[in-house]
């Protein structure tokens, strides 16, 4: 990465220079009605200060065999506490118990580590009711676990937890209940020897085009050496890369963008369209999240708020590939349901905006169902059979009816039991959001090895949501370097008055990934890819006869694909049932609905 760094400061004035196109307010076809006319660029603070590279520190690792066990009895003890010996198979003298329901109580162990490295952390506990426990390592949160109900002793194990030689304190506190604690146990862990960096670069498509191809092969050769920068934009300005720019000196490389399906009118997701595309032209990476307002006359992205249910859409019939005529044909006939039609109807406009970025030249990461393992989703309440049916359908319709070549499958679905056909992703991501804490950067890498047993080696594994950004020492110590992390749009990295909001990611949290050895940021990608700046940015697209005209929305979104385009899908859909008729709303999550 050194490297990196001393072409960073040679071009840093080059990117600079050429403005990022997604940062105009005014709408493309604004731009393009006179090209003579200048379109005024808002400006983009510079950053105040200049930083230093940071490269990846951490203690020296020195493993060791470890196994020491650590009495609860003797333990600190916080609150109410006393010591029972009632129940069956407990260690030592007895165990602790009496917690209070409000939370203040705790016991606090007090360890030894012989040398840096990392460790497994058993508690044995019993519950009589499921209890949320929280653990601390050294004043500050580590994690959080769920107990058994049956009221018997069970060993809880964190895995891979680092620590340095010598005294650190750990602190076990259940939050909503009352438990019994007898040990807690210190093993050196091995965990993390089985994380690997060697992921398959062939796409799930095997008719995918070469800009995606290149895209996923740039991913996998610099999988495990880099943590690729990224942010969600809430809109189709760039004003939260903007930001970072400001605070750290340097841009992102993936810009995520959440589409929706229109109603009525194409004009606010052609402005997404756009901006997803002027990224791209400037050198960064696209990202496109799906959070698909259901298709029904309640409509919400989340199950409390929305009416559809997604088993009654769940059909045997091949429907993946046949034209919205025939969909039409067998809803007529009652052979499908009005749920099906309706999801049919909402993917195929869909497909209309992510061809139109095929269109236009742009790869994109394209994650649809997120976190389907949750019931908070529509998608996901229905269980994880119809959430598989869903991803089916969905993968087999834009791949082999839309041929969209340009997409770079994300499953989202983290768990087991959501597992999709391998064969139909690229990347296993994962969100995380910790509720009202702040910097937990070093925190990720549970969530790492724990993915990978799920999707397998072969698959990159990134962090596709997060509140708060990675650290990179940590990513590399814990050998968590995911592919690449994308920080949530909102209360997550601005405040109301559109500054920098250090809520969740302190400001020198921000300032050292961005600029540390570990992160690859526009700049260095650009470099790496050797791209070389547009001699114009206006959304006007010339054609052969040397004209210049703006397309239509209905025209942008067409495709190559068979018969169907975003246009036919949309005049279809006045034409579906009543409640299909209602069914998309122009709005995406807002970020404070996020949760963890």
């Known amino acids: 990465m050194n490297r990196l760094r001393y072409i960073a400061a040679l071009t840093a004035a080059a990117i600079a220079a ?31 200060a200049t930083f230093p590279d940071y490269p990846i520190t951490y203690p020296k690792i020195e493993e060791t065999q470890a196994g020491t066990l650590y009495e609860a009895e ?34 606090i162990f007090t360890i030894d580590a012989p040398t840096n490295q990392h460790y497994d952390i058993s508690f044995n506990v019993a519950a009589d009711k499921t209890v949320d426990c929280l653990v601390g390592l050294n004043d500050s949160s580590l994690t959080s676990f769920k107990t058994r109900a049956d009221g018997t002793f069970t060993q809880v194990t964190l895995k891979g937890v680092f620590l340095t030689k010598g005294k650190s304190s750990i602190e076990l506190r259940p939050k909503n209940g009352n438990i019994c604690v007898d040990y807690l146990k210190l093993e050196n862990s091995s965990a993390l020897g089985d994380i690997s960096y060697t992921a398959d670069s062939s796409l799930s498509n095997k008719n995918a085009g070469e800009s995606a191809k290149e895209l996923m092969k740039f991913l996998t050769d610099n999988y495990g050496k880099y943590i690729i920068t990224g942010q969600y934009a809430a809109d189709d300005d760039n004003s939260e890369l903007d930001l970072i720019y400001t605070e750290t000196g340097k841009y992102p490389v993936i810009r995520f963008s959440n589409f929706y399906v229109p109603k009525g009118s ?10 997803c595309a002027d990224w791209h032209r400037n050198g960064g990476i696209s990202g496109v999240s799906w959070y698909w307002t259901s ?76 976190e389907g393992s949750g019931d908070w989703y529509w998608w996901g309440k229905s269980g994880s059979d119809a959430y598989k049916w869903l991803w089916q359908l969905l993968y087999d319709r834009l791949t082999t009816y839309f041929e969209l070549d340009n997409l770079i499958w994300i499953w989202n679905g983290q768990s087991q039991s959501t597992l999709v056909d ?60 995911w592919s690449f992390f994308a920080l949530w749009s909102g209360e997550y990295i601005e405040n109301e008055k559109g500054e920098y909001s250090d809520k969740y990611t302190g400001r020198k949290s921000l300032i050292r990934l961005y600029n540390s050895e570990g992160a690859l940021t526009l700049d ?28 239509a929305p209905s025209e942008t979104t067409s495709g190559t694909a068979p018969e169907t385009t975003a246009g036919t899908a949309a005049a279809d859909t006045t034409a579906a049932p009543t409640e299909t008729a209602q069914a998309s709303q122009t709005s995406v999550p807002a970020a404070s609905d996020k949760k963890e």
């Open 422 to 481: 391998r064969k139909t992703f690229d990347i296993a991501a994962v969100d995380f959001y910790v509720d009202g804490e702040r910097d937990y950067g070093d925190r990720f890498y549970e969530k790492f090895g724990g993915l990978q047993k799920i999707a397998g080696k072969d698959k990159l594994i990134a962090l596709s949501e997060c509140g708060s950004v990675p650290d990179a020492d940590s990513s590399f110590r814990d050998k968590s370097v």
């Open 74 to 107: 003797k333990a600190t003890l916080k609150g109410p506490l006393v010591i029972e010996y009632d129940k069956d198979n407990y260690s030592g003298e007895g165990y602790v118990t009496g917690f209070t329901n409000d939370g203040s109580s705790s016991v």
């Open 524 to 551: 260095e990608y650009r470099e790496l890819t050797g791209y070389k700046p547009p001699e114009t940015t206006a959304a006007s697209e010339e054609n052969t006869d040397g004209s210049s005209e703006t397309a």
């Open 295 to 370: 298709p029904s006359k309640k409509s919400s992205i989340y199950s409390a708020e929305s009416d559809f249910d997604l088993s009654k859409a769940v059909t045997d019939k091949k429907i993946a590939l046949l034209t919205q005529e025939e969909i039409r044909g067998l809803y007529g006939e009652g052979k499908i349901s009005e749920q099906t039609y309706s999801l049919i109807l909402d993917i195929d406009n869909m497909a209309g905006q992510l061809t139109s970025l095929k269109n236009k030249g742009v790869p994109v990461l394209w994650r649809p169902l997120p």
């Open 266 to 275: 194409f004009d606010e997701s052609f402005k997404l369209i756009e901006a």
């Open 18 to 48: 050429v403005p990022l196109a997604g940062c105009s307010k005014s709408s493309s076809s604004d731009s393009a009605a006179d090209s003579s006319e200048t379109t005024e660029v808002p400006t983009v603070p510079e950053p105040t």
